[in-house]
T-cell receptor, first 113, second 110 residues
Framework: DQQVKQNSPSLSVQEGRISILNCDYT??????FLWYKKYPAEGPTFLIS?????DKNEDGRFTVFLNKSAKHLSLHIVPSQPGDSAVYFC????????????FGKGTSLLVTP | EAQVTQNPRYLITVTGKKLTVTCSQN?????MSWYRQDPGLGLRQIYY???????DKGDVPEGYKVSRKEKRNFPLILESPSPNQTSLYFC?????????FGPGTRLTVT
């Protein structure tokens, strides 16, 4: 059963606007959340993460928000750039499972000029 | 340059012909893992290794074997590949939760 869900397979945003990618999870034991970005023909690359003790983490144009009560996190990209066009995967980890990552199915982001 | 390398990058083989996909990392990470990516399913973990000689099953281990004889290498072995193992495979290593992925191996089993 999918424990990490990305319900939007794709998203299209104009350059300069905000991109918001959403992720929901079902396992309350998850305590660390990550976003990965993947270009075609390349492996996923780590983008940003957040621990369950925080509700926000920011790194340049990228901000991740965590709402533990709703079991929901989101990735905001501001401003969006054409180079941000990629597939974004949400992943979650539970402390008692070692470093195992549970991935969502991914959201394909297209940033148009 | 810190990296995870995989070989081969592309492989077409026939059902039942044993194959090995190699994975190597130069970051001295203890943790390594293998994932497969399939359309509509995201990335699913096949096997992982917490350290040399320590391996364990992930979510989809059937039909795969691994070994960890050296810290830097973590090969994925398909003893008798079947068409349902046609997929995109990623090796990853990590010092902690944040995993670093290789470029991927696209395997087709006919």
């Amino acid at each position: 059963d999918q424990q990490v869900k990305q319900n939007s397979p794709s998203l299209s945003v104009q350059e300069g606007r905000i991109s918001i990618l959403n992720c929901d999870y079902t396992n309350s034991m998850f305590d660390y959340f990550l976003w990965y970005k993947k270009y075609p023909a390349e492996g996923p690359t780590f983008l940003i993460s957040i621990s369950s003790i925080k509700d926000k983490n920011e790194d340049g144009r990228f901000t991740v928000f965590l709402n533990k009560s709703a079991k929901h996190l989101s990735l905001h990209i501001v401003p969006s750039q054409p180079g941000d066009s990629a597939v974004y995967f949400c992943a979650a980890s539970a402390r008692n499972s070692g470093y195992a990552l549970n991935f969502g199915k991914g959201t394909s982001l297209l940033v148009t000029p | 340059e810190a990296q995870v390398t995989q070989n081969p990058r592309y492989l077409i083989t026939v059902t039942g012909k044993k194959l090995t996909v190699t994975c190597s990392q130069n970051m001295n990470h203890e943790y390594m893992s293998w994932y497969r990516q399939d359309p509509g399913l995201g990335l699913r973990q096949i096997y992982y290794s917490m350290n040399v000689e320590v391996t364990d099953k992930g979510d989809v281990p059937e039909g795969y074997k691994v070994s960890r004889k050296e810290k830097r290498n973590f090969p994925l072995i398909l003893e008798s590949p079947s068409p349902n193992q046609t997929s995109l495979y990623f090796c990853a290593s990590s010092p902690g939760v944040e995993q670093y992925f290789g470029p991927g191996t696209r395997l087709t089993v006919t």
